[in-house]
């Protein structure tokens, strides 16, 4: 059974930074595929990021383009989220998410239902 964990959410003031991490544990095959989803408050969860296990590519939302980096340390099994230029419209659940048998290439990344395991979500505020 793999374990998904995030850190690093708490509340920033507009334009400012956070960077979250998302640690895999429990399992002896990696994560190919390896997601940040964020649900706002009333709204549905969406994807963020994705990055590829094997070579790192990475491919991003239009809503966080060029504002969040999705990164890997393979070596410790976590994956991160940078966020820059934060907007209260970020402000919002995040969670992150494995996906055990394909490349990110190879699956809808943006889909929900194309990961195997969830973390439970860390919050994220940025009062206007």
């Known amino acids: 059974q793999l374990q998904v964990a995030e850190s690093g959410g708490g509340s920033v003031q507009v334009g400012g930074s956070l960077r979250l991490s998302c640690v895999a544990s429990g399992y002896t095959y990696v994560s190919r595929c390896m997601g940040w989803f964020r649900q706002a408050p009333g709204k549905a969860r969406g994807a963020l990021a994705s990055?590829?296990?094997?070579?790192?590519?990475?491919y991003y939302a239009d809503s966080v383009k060029g504002r969040f980096t999705i990164s890997q340390d393979s070596a410790k099994n976590t994956v991160y989220l940078q966020m820059d230029s934060l907007k209260p419209e970020d402000t919002g659940m995040y969670y992150c998410a494995a996906h055990l048998l394909a490349e990110c290439d190879r699956i809808s990344w943006e889909r929900e239902h194309e990961y195997h395991y969830w973390g439970q979500g860390t919050q994220v505020t940025v009062p206007s």
């Open positions: 990055i590829s296990y094997v070579d790192g590519t990475t």
